[in-house]
């Protein structure tokens, strides 16, 4: 114990003695109190000058100043009534149980004040980027990292700050210890139990890191178009073309293929497929769909092309390519480049719309009904 808590714990004494007459209850309540009026002063003259500190620092400090505040106030409560409750001349054995509750709570606060340090660093960083603009790569690609590492170290000090706490109370302590020790099998049970929440924690880590998918990202999973909306600690909500959600794991994202469309850069381009006869006039379609393209303003001003791809037993496929400045507007110009050509090929080229041709022979004698 340290020397001045013994002096303070002698002068009590003294002081008790000399008012031994007062219920025990009232000489405990009575330091008590003092110690947390003293501690709630001390925590407002000291917020008093971090603020005037922190007054001309960046928005990280004046934002953990703000947030700590009533964290900062419950734990020197804490101390407060654990310094009273020491000096006090209470009993041993109920001062020593107060103490270790208040040391538990006190673990616990400490743990809260760090998280609530995390999420401000987080909040802060956010701050720079913005999602709504028309090129977010750079928004989504930080934003993704931030928030999911800011939920994994959110999980990380709450596991550590509650197992340092338990590690005060001797009981709780040493049934873990002998149960792990004497039982091999519960701790594989738990291991096993633990391991789709282990899996995903690393797989969450590892798309923070290597980010194979990213907020706002356009991306094709289990043959459905969507848009990644939220990323968690353990699964991934996919935002499809029909507003309908589909919620995956993290591990999908690193054990099974899929399609991002926007893993590097947000353009994009479109393809339109059309089936024209053998006799349509590809350069004259080619000269429509650069038309189209120049005109419409979905179109980025990058990609404009028509190939002719495949040749069936009865019609000619050609591929129309244009590329627009992200998924949803690439999207949006395909369905424009399809109707327009559809329309041109019906008004102005009706040889170019997929024909079935007969042939038989001139010469050969007319067969009649009758056979």
Not at 9 to 21: A, I, K, N
Not at 58 to 86: E, N, P, Q, S
Request: proline share 4%.
């Amino acid at each position: 114990m340290p020397i001045f808590i013994q002096d303070m714990t002698r002068e009590v004494f003294r002081l008790w003695r000399e008012f031994y007459w007062l219920p025990e209850w009232v000489v405990i309540s009575v330091i008590v109190g003092v110690f947390v009026f003293v501690g709630w002063a001390a925590n407002q003259v000291v917020f008093s000058l971090l603020k005037w500190v922190v007054r001309n620092k960046d928005v990280f400090w004046r934002g953990v100043v703000g947030r700590a505040r009533l964290k900062v106030r419950i734990a020197v409560m804490i101390v407060a009534v654990a310094l009273g409750v020491t000096i006090s001349p209470m009993d041993p054995e109920p001062s020593l149980l107060i103490r270790q509750a208040l040391l538990f709570g006190f673990i616990l606060v400490c743990g809260w004040m760090l998280a609530g340090a995390v999420d401000m660093g987080a909040v802060v960083h956010l701050r720079k980027f913005n999602m709504d603009a028309e090129d977010n790569l750079s928004a989504r690609k930080h934003v993704t990292q931030t928030r999911i590492l800011q939920r994994v170290s959110a999980l990380l000090i709450a596991l550590i700050t509650l197992g340092l706490a338990l590690l005060t109370i001797p009981g709780v302590r040493q049934w873990g210890l002998s149960l792990l020790a004497s039982a091999g099998v519960v701790g594989i049970v738990a291991g096993l139990a633990l391991q789709p929440f282990l899996t995903n924690l690393i797989a969450g880590i590892q798309i923070a890191t290597a980010q194979p998918i990213r907020l706002d990202d356009a991306v094709i999973v289990e043959g459905e178009w969507g848009r990644v909306e939220e990323i968690t600690s353990t699964y991934v909500v996919v935002k499809l073309w029909d507003w309908r959600r589909m919620i995956l794991p993290l591990t999908y994202f690193i054990q099974k293929p899929f399609q991002n469309w926007t893993r590097d850069n947000a353009s994009l381009i479109g393809t339109a497929f059309l089936y024209v006869d053998y006799e349509a006039p590809i350069d004259r379609l080619r000269m429509k769909l650069e038309e189209i393209a120049h005109a419409s303003p979905l179109w980025d001003g990058d990609v404009v092309s028509l190939q002719v791809t495949e040749v069936t037993e009865r019609t000619v496929q050609v591929r129309c390519l244009t590329s627009a400045r992200n998924a949803s507007i690439a999207f949006d110009l395909r369905c424009e480049v399809r109707e327009k050509m559809l329309a041109y090929m019906r008004d102005e080229l009706p040889e170019a719309l997929p024909r079935d041709r007969l042939g038989w022979d001139r010469n050969a004698a007319p067969v009649s009904p009758q056979g």
